[in-house]
């Protein structure tokens, strides 16, 4: 075995996103596990790695719970690999995959194939299953063997089971393994056809609208379900006003709720489809400035638990094409602290840690998996930012094997510097 | 010449450029009376008609316009079914760039689409149907066959009456004749309505506007652009949406009938109505639009190559 080099980080606002704090500490690492957390240690002997981080942000290693990675079925797009090696970029070192590849993460071997694969990519991948096989939303998948197989969770992201009776047989089901229920909030019919958000600009640029009540009903129907499941649901890329109010309500209620946002739906409205930029052409559709704001509101009473990228990469012969045609979504883990960063703290006045918090401990309490903080003993995942640094984002910054991100021509904060991803430098770029 | 390079939507026209498009179709209009109507301004030009959507009238009017003009016309017609993934379009316009052409007049049944294509090409480009969005042409053309009739816009009552949601037609319409000061009133059932259409004067029935406006600007039912059917039935759609004889008498002195055909004889204009002889006959100015529409064409060919 290679030994790693040991590294000490010295002087960096550390943050500590459980408590919303931070502090100016250094943290030793040997061989890969955190050693130390203190003031002012001193390099002990030759071969220690030194990061000065004076003036930089040392955070936990962040956690991106809705991410993309083709693989397999759509190697072209991305691999476990390839998106790995993005994730790191981003300062993300946990991401969970979503099982719609080809064939499905439906069978226990699926998800085996994604656990082995993330031994030996740059950051740790977890496996989300798929709730119904084949997410075709008929009949439920193996979800204790998947469970036992190393799924964190269980989702038919892409799609929305539209069946009610089913749907609450999986929420049923779900509370014996204890993971939640990842859920994309669709109803088909509603949205059939639909291009963009319904509005305004639906109208103006006479694209087919996707109405608020396509994702609002299925969050209804589902709090409901949920409530008389008791099953732990989590709503994915949240993205209407309307779904806020609701989440808001259910988890007074003591429903047991959570629901994240992507930082395309904080960053843009549907103002930006003027240009017919493919983009921006996601699901659910970047909706209106009003849910804009109510989102951005969310995000900051707490409705709202994290902030997820739904990386999503596509060819450049999906989005070079009409709006019609092209694919939906737009890659996002290069960019989700940055996108994030520049809307949530530098427009919308929330702190470093509170963002933080988003983006580390929350997804990891919904998961239930240890990752998000730093840990004495543990194995070091740390992510070095310098949040100075301001950038207009180019296509050919992306490393990812696809290049569809809607945040291309943005001006963008917070950089990531280092990232120390399983005990090892994975990233450098100072 | 025109303040931008291409023709994408009314939307980058300013007053200018809609009132050089106008003086200057009144003198293309008198060579379409000539003997012999041709005249060698565009000579060397070559005018390419790339039509992705069936057209019989929009490329027939620019063909000609472009061959009274002298210019070299180029005809490219692919069936919506034959060339669908918009990679092939791409490739398409890689083809025709490397031929030298000087223009490019783009239909295409996505939305969106002629503006892709300006992003590609360093060529004008006009927009002669793009889906749902836009046909800018076809409201210049409308705008003119007002100016003769009436000779000024402002105040103009118009109402729009149909399937307003599917409409390019509408849409470019609206934006123009808001440009020039009209006043617009959509004539629509709520399946034809966006979910919001607060920001728009909006009535129900034919019944409601008929007697009060100058302009019944009746749109094409058209069902190959609906991605449901959800309006009940032709017979509804007669009763409180369509023109027949009784309705077309009750207009006001004075007031026209347009569409930007083809007409569904029968669904929104009754034949009758159609085929109407005598005085009434002067309302319904279907085939003017036709005729001004070459020279409108001319004018913004001209304009833009000239």
Known sequence: MVKEKNILIKGGRVIDPEKRKESVVDIFIKDGIVEKIDKNIGTAGGGTEVIDAAGLVVSPGFVDMHVHLRDPGFEDEETVESGALAAVKGGITTVA????????????????????????????????????????????????LLSQAGAVGFSDDGKCVADARLMYEVMRYSIQFGLPLILHEEDLRMSECGLVHEGK??????????SRLSDDLMIARDIMLAQRSEAKIHITHLSTAGGVEMIGKAKKKGIDITCDVTPHHLFFDDSVLTTFNTNFKVKPPIRSSEDREALVEGVKSGVIDAVASDHAPH??????????????????LETLFSASFTKLCLKENMSLPELIALITCGPAKILNIDAGKIEKGKTANITIIDNEAEKSIKREDFISKSKNSA??????????????????LAYINR | MLSKKSLLDIESLDLEDIKLILSNTDSFLEISKREVKKVPTLRGKTVFNLFFEVSTRTKTSFEIAAKRLSADIINFSAAASSIRKGESVVDTLKTILSMKVDIIIIRHSDSGTARMIDGFVNVPVINAGDGKHQHPTQALLDLYTIKKRFGDFKGLKV??????????????????????????????????????????????????????????YMLRMQFERQDRKFYPSIMEYNRFLGLDMERLKRMKQGSIVMHPGPVNRGIEISDEVMDVGGKLAERVVIEEQVTYGVAVRMAILYLILG
């Open chain 1, 315 to 332: 060819l450049d012969t999906e989005k070079n094409t009409t709006f019609k045609e092209a694919e939906f979504g737009t890659i996002g």
């Open chain 1, 407 to 424: 945040f291309i021509g943005q001006m963008l904060s917070g950089k990531i510097v280092y990232t120390i991803s399983k005990g090892k």
């Open chain 1, 97 to 144: 995959c979503m099982p719609n590849t080809n064939p499905p993460i439906d069978s226990e071997h699926a998800v085996k194939y994604i656990m082995e694969k993330s031994h030996d990519v740059a950051c740790r991948v977890l496996p989300v299953a798929a709730m119904t096989k084949g997410q075709k939303g008929r009949s439920i998948t193996e979800m204790g």
């Open chain 2, 159 to 216: 109402a729009i009456v149909g399937d307003f949601i599917d409409s390019r037609v509408a849409r470019s319409d609206i934006s123009l004749f808001e440009k020039m000061g009209m006043d617009i009133t959509i004539v629509s059932p709520t399946m034809f309505l966006p979910e919001d259409f607060s920001e728009l004067k909006v009535r129900y029935q034919i019944d409601d506007v008929i007697e009060d406006c100058d302009i019944l």
């Open chain 1, 201 to 210: 600009y639906s109208t103006i640029l006479g694209l087919e609208g996707i």
